[in-house]
DNA sequence: GATATAAATGAATGCCATTCATTTATTGGT
DNA sequence: ACCAATAAATGAATGGCATTCATTTATATC
């Protein structure tokens, strides 16, 4: 029937020897496109029809390229771990290094928190950026006289912290309005009134986050030797 | 011929002898059978279909009690928040308290995590479970001498930290296997395998919580005056 | 006993991910 | 320059999903 209608994806080398047709759907095309679908519609526009429309082609052809939907979302997950900030651990003291790594981190989750549910489960084995993340952590605990069998867990808690204060980032501010019943939870209702939370941009997630983090690096900071 | 809302608190209308058919409908054995369904054959069993066929109606017959599956998932959550402990805020020294409450917070909601999405967004106000467990820790919080503006902030960053470890809590053991990839990350893989990691339940998950745990209560008990 | 009303029904609706037989385009071998 | 092999794109299914709606059934009230 009709040829392939050459989509206007983002494509440059479409003429190339060595491979069937150098096609306009690869893995670099598909997760840019899925990261301005999710930029611009979320992630409940994020659909397989959506982001074969975004790159000019029919839906089940998206499936000659990736396995699943879920293989999708993996793929946007290694893009948005490389741009995660670990630089710190090579230049900064590892308290401002974990301070860096941890708000850079939470600040790119913050906005994908569907994610959370993939990484959470998924096997590093395949997923080079994470893994170099991991390592460049991993050589920064060291480096600040962590002892090894330490490390992982240590990781592991602030990797949970950031995760949990990434949903919390994106709450309403209202979260807390005890509303009607604000009568029977007297002690709650004023703490929150305490707070004034109108000021900054997330009161209490900011703060809390901060505090939080604060009391993580402190306590570790005590296993060096 | 319409039949608008569900109605909120009506009290008697259900209790004489012959219904429609066997089906008995209202808020709290849609619970029941939601958790039932979810304990049985997990959230991708949880479709409003089978949650209908487990109580012996119609799909369609849900929506005169239930606005949407969300909602649903807020009468799940809203029972859970039930179960969580917090007792200890009344008899225990502060921070056993606050080590008894994550616990039991963090092993609830681990096998319940795609709630915490749903959670993380909700507004607390017609969430009576969820508030009488704030009001309770908040009021131990201020027996334990917070100042009352640091609570909030520290039980969200705890929360946080809870919500992010129970995703941790069902990882699959080999999750830091780096595979192929282990020569390019050596220090990484070395920490991983100093753990030796196949004695307990879930490391290094639970030990990794054991210790966020004692450093978010340590860094958050010095607030106290 | 009539009537209003709450609740259940079954048949749509529309969206979704995924599959598959078929077609098209490109390549490497000869 | 042809031919066979192959990668990739297509459109039309498929089955599952939440949700809606007109209709029917049963209950409660007067």
């Known amino acids: 029937m009709p040829a392939p209608t050459p989509a206007s ?7 190339r020897a060595g491979r069937p047709m150098a096609a306009i ?5 598909i997760t840019l496109a899925a990261l301005e679908l999710i930029n611009k519609k979320g992630y409940d526009g994020l659909t397989m029809a959506a982001l074969a429309r975004t790159l000019g082609v029919a839906p089940s052809a998206l499936y000659n390229h990736v396995a699943s939907k879920d293989d999708v979302l993996r793929l946007v997950e290694e893009d948005l771990m490389s741009k995660v900030d670990f630089g710190g651990f090579r230049t900064l003291p590892w308290e401002d290094a974990v301070r860096q790594w941890a708000y ?6 913050a906005r994908h928190t569907p994610l959370i549910s993939v ?11 994470t893994l170099s993340m991991y390592e460049a952590v991993t050589e920064g605990f060291l480096r600040a006289g962590f002892p090894e069998e330490q490390i ?3 990781i592991v808690a602030l990797e949970a912290y950031v995760f949990g204060a990434a949903f919390d980032a994106n709450a309403p501010a209202d979260i807390f309005d005890s509303g009607r019943l604000a009568e029977s939870t007297p002690h709650f ?5 305490s707070l004034g939370g109108e000021s900054k ?11 939080g983090l604060d009391a993580l690096i402190a ?3 005590a296993l060096r030797h």
């Open 119 to 129: 990484i959470a489960v998924l096997p590093v084995t395949d997923a080079p950026q």
């Open 189 to 193: 209702t004023s703490a929150v009134r």
């Open 104 to 109: 850079s981190y939470r600040g790119i989750f």
């Open 201 to 211: 941009s997330n009161y209490p997630s900011d703060l809390a986050f901060s505090m």
């Open 25 to 29: 759907l690869d893995h670099a095309g």
């Open 9 to 15: 994806g983002e494509s440059k080398s479409r003429r």
């Open 152 to 154: 992982i867990p240590c």
């Open 219 to 221: 306590g570790f900071g």
